[in-house]
């Protein structure tokens, strides 16, 4: 049969044939009445080290463990560098949109200015500058807002430097192997 092929009646039959019946495996009594000599003991017949039954680190499970561990560590800094980046991006851009506004700002006057040498109503240019002064109490907050944004950006900058000297040995000697770990288990009810 193929890989593709899906399996038909027949096939199934062949595989029922070849199947172990329970009638026929003896258990551990049946065997020792048998006179069939014993298994041997944990260690014996191969060449593998004794570790006292427990497995260092590198050959456990906790391996999977550790590898996630670094994955996690290593995951934490480049987040944490990503959003300095998008911190200090959305300043530039807010910047850019505080020059923009207040390029705005100035030709909203100058015009409202030139309007009023026209004889156009005073109310008019009156809301004009008034609206000229809507955008300049705006470029208060978007100065807020960028002088902030940069200042993330530079928390976030402290904060991964911060995470890889406080844990970055931790996360090294976990790589090395060199040491026992204990499981994860025994600190989650901690």
């Known amino acids: 049969m193929s890989d593709y092929e899906t399996p038909d009646s027949e096939w199934y039959a062949e595989r029922e044939s070849e199947a172990v019946e329970a009638s026929s495996v003896q258990s551990g ?6 006179g069939s000599p014993d298994l041997p003991a944990p260690g014996e017949g191969s060449d593998a080290p004794d570790h006292g039954g427990d497995l ?5 499970g906790r391996i999977v463990d550790v590898i ?3 994955v996690t560590f290593t995951l934490v800094i480049v987040r944490l560098g990503v959003a300095a980046i998008a911190m200090r991006l959305l ?3 807010v910047k850019g949109a505080y020059s923009y506004v207040e390029g705005c700002a100035r030709q909203v006057d100058h015009l409202s200015d030139l309007a009023a040498t026209l004889a156009v109503d005073d ?5 004009h500058h008034d609206a000229a002064g809507q955008m300049r109490g705006s470029l208060d907050l978007a100065d807020a807002l960028s002088a902030e944004a940069a200042e ?7 904060a991964a430097r911060d995470h890889e ?11 090395s192997g060199s ?3 204990a499981e994860r288990e025994w600190y989650s009810n901690r």
């Open 152 to 158: 993330m950006a530079s928390e976030f900058d402290n």
């Open 56 to 60: 260092p680190v590198l050959h456990s």
């Open 165 to 175: 000297a406080d844990y970055g040995t931790v996360n090294e000697a976990m790589q």
């Open 68 to 70: 996630a561990d670094a």
């Open 29 to 34: 009594a049946e065997v020792a009445a048998a």
């Open 123 to 127: 109310a008019v240019t009156s809301a």
């Open 179 to 181: 040491y026992n770990i």
């Open 91 to 93: 300043s530039q851009a």
